[in-house]
């Protein structure tokens, strides 16, 4: 089975979108998982935990991102007795949304194309 899902995977199309503003990425895969998991754990440090990153890394990815949007993406809070927290702002929310869409519509553009290729590869 382990084997059949590699398989799987190698024959697969993934878009990876790098939205650029200035030097900076502003948005591409990783980042958008970041916020994502931001959403779903409320921390940045849970979320960088869950992607194997440090809190350090995470929140510097948070910073460029938070600049290069017009609004926040990520609203944090610092720590103290009721501990810290960090949200997505509706920017953030919408970011998210926009980039998922950016992907499928890359897969439903590319179907017929990518079928004809698939039938060129190794089995």
Known sequence: MRNKAKSIRARSVQPRFRILHGGDIALGPGKVELLALIGQTGSINKAARRMGMSY?????????????FKKPLVFATHGGEGGGGAELTETGCKVVALYQQMEQAS?????????????????
């Not at 350090?56 to 290069?68: H, P």
Request: contains cysteine; charged residues 20%.
């Open 56 to 68: 350090m890394r995470a929140w510097s990815l948070v910073q460029t991102m938070n600049r290069c």
């Open 107 to 123: 897969l439903r553009a590319t179907a017929a194309t990518w079928k004809q290729l698939r039938r060129l590869l190794c089995v």
